[in-house]
Structure formats: structure tokens, C-alpha cells
């Protein structure tokens, strides 16, 4: 069973950046797709940013493509989101998802899940 862990989140001003990383264990780390998620208070969980398997595909949401960049390592069983040009309405608990197969959007479709990092951007 995939076992993940957020890290990084932080206060951060508008505009300004954040390197969020999500740790794996307990699993063929290359076996999954691996995206983040984020949920602001009084709302749903929702898609951010995806990479393949191998790390030759990626998807983002319309809110943050050109500003975020996801990543992962294989030989370390990272993946990382880099924030930039942050807005206060990307402040919310940011979450690492992993699932086997394609790259998909469906937050129900992520099995493995870490327990969140918050990130709160400043107006």
C-alpha cells in the first residue's frame, strides 16, 4: 500500500512562490500516477495537477496551469508542486493523491492519500 506525506506548505505573500513535496513509501512508487489536490475551507476537494507514471505526461487545472509545475523523482519517490505567482485564492490544505493507470482528473479516482499541508497565500 502506497503511504504518502505532504511537506512544505507554508505563509506565503502574493505573488511570491512555494515548493510543496509529497514523500512515498510502502509501495512500487513508479507504478502510480501521482497528482495534488487542494481544498479550501467550506469547499470540495479539488484537481490541481497530475504527472504520468513515468513522468512524461501532465495535466493541470485552468486556475493554475502557467503558474504551477508538478514533478516527480522515481529513484527518490517524490513528486513535487512548485507555486508560483500565488494568489490568496490558491490558500487551502494541499494534498498528495496516488492511483494506478492514466493520468485522470476524478478526485474519487486517487486511492492513496496524504493527510495535507496547508498553504496560505497573503494578500
Known amino acids: 500500500q502506497l503511504q504518502l506525506e505532504e511537506s512544505g506548505g507554508g505563509l506565503v505573500q502574493a505573488g511570491g512562490s512555494l515548493r510543496l513535496l509529497c514523500t512515498a513509501s510502502g509501495g512500487v512508487f513508479s507504478d502510480h500516477v501521482m497528482a495534488w489536490f487542494r481544498q479550501a475551507p467550506g469547499r470540495e476537494r479539488e484537481f490541481v495537477a497530475a504527472?504520468?507514471?513515468?513522468?512524461?505526461?501532465?495535466a493541470y487545472s485552468d486556475s493554475v496551469k502557467g503558474r504551477f509545475t508538478i514533478s516527480r523523482d522515481n529513484a527518490k519517490n517524490t513528486v513535487h508542486l512548485q507555486l508560483s505567482s500565488v494568489k490568496p485564492e490558491d490558500t487551502a490544505v494541499y494534498y498528495c493523491?496516488?492511483?494506478?493507470?492514466?493520468?485522470?482528473?476524478?478526485?474519487?479516482?486517487?486511492?492513496?492519500w496524504g493527510q495535507g499541508t496547508q498553504v496560505t497565500v497573503s494578500s
Open positions: 493523491g496516488g492511483r494506478y493507470g492514466t493520468v485522470v482528473t476524478r478526485t474519487g479516482a486517487y486511492g492513496f
Open positions: 504527472i504520468a507514471r513515468s513522468g512524461g505526461g501532465t
